[in-house]
């Protein structure tokens, strides 16, 4: 199941949104304001963001640049061109004005997660010397050639895919479980200190850690 955080401090928007997005599948996460949302970020990792600007507290403006590696659509009143724009280059993959029509808004949100997944299904993946290629199962580091297991690699993939923020265990398991059923709450942490070794052999370097109490990322 894909989620959307819905970040708007108006109830009954709120409320409309999530229970069309819920009526069509959608996980729907909540947050009323821009300090929230950034709460609900560090512990969850949506698929895509809804997000108003008027917020009390963060605004929407400037919650956008703390947002990394996941589409926001900007759903705001808010109609000058310069406006969007700025928006636009900010970071936002897309921008809806409000009142907006839902149908057009659900067909905006399927483009957005659709090109997100194309990108997840990018074969090739580079993070500092390391480049894994995932048709092959294997990380090269320099000239050297390392070989995973298909849930090694797409650990590592996950991982690699969002290198600046530590992903949860709970997410890990449910993006991978498709692929690599083998993979289980228990065996997670046993496939991901094999595959930190088999790194580590090659180059000397820990290019994965754990975050005490969320997950793992690559260690900046």
């Not at 507290?57 to 919650?63: A, F, I, T, V």
């Not at 849930?151 to 997410?171: D, F, H």
């Amino acid at each position: 199941m894909q989620n959307i955080l819905v970040v708007d401090d108006d109830i009954y928007i709120g409320d409309m949104l999530e229970e069309t997005l819920s009526a069509e599948g959608y996980g729907v996460l909540r947050a009323y304001s821009g300090t929230e949302a950034l709460f609900v970020l560090g512990n969850q990792k949506p698929d895509l963001i809804l997000l108003d600007l008027m917020l009390p507290g963060l605004s929407g403006e400037e919650l956008l640049p703390k947002i990394k590696d996941i589409p926001v659509i900007v759903v705001s009143a808010k109609v000058d061109v310069s406006d969007k724009v700025a928006l636009l280059m900010s970071g936002a993959c897309d921008y809806v004005t409000k009142p907006f029509n839902i149908s057009e808004l659900l067909a905006r949100i399927t483009v957005q997660l659709r090109k997100a997944q194309a990108s997840a299904n990018s074969d090739t993946l580079k993070f500092s010397d390391l480049t894994l290629h995932c048709d092959t199962l294997t990380a090269v580091i320099g000239a050297e050639e390392v070989r995973l297991t298909r849930t090694e690699c797409a650990i590592l993939k996950l991982l690699m895919q969002n290198p600046n923020s530590p992903v949860g265990r709970t997410t890990i398991l449910d993006k991978i479980s498709l692929d690599t059923p083998d993979c289980t709450e228990r065996s997670l942490k046993q496939h991901i200190s094999n595959m930190r070794k088999k790194l580590e052999l090659v180059s000397g370097k820990d290019y994965i850690e754990a975050v005490y109490g969320i997950g793992f990322k690559m260690r900046g």
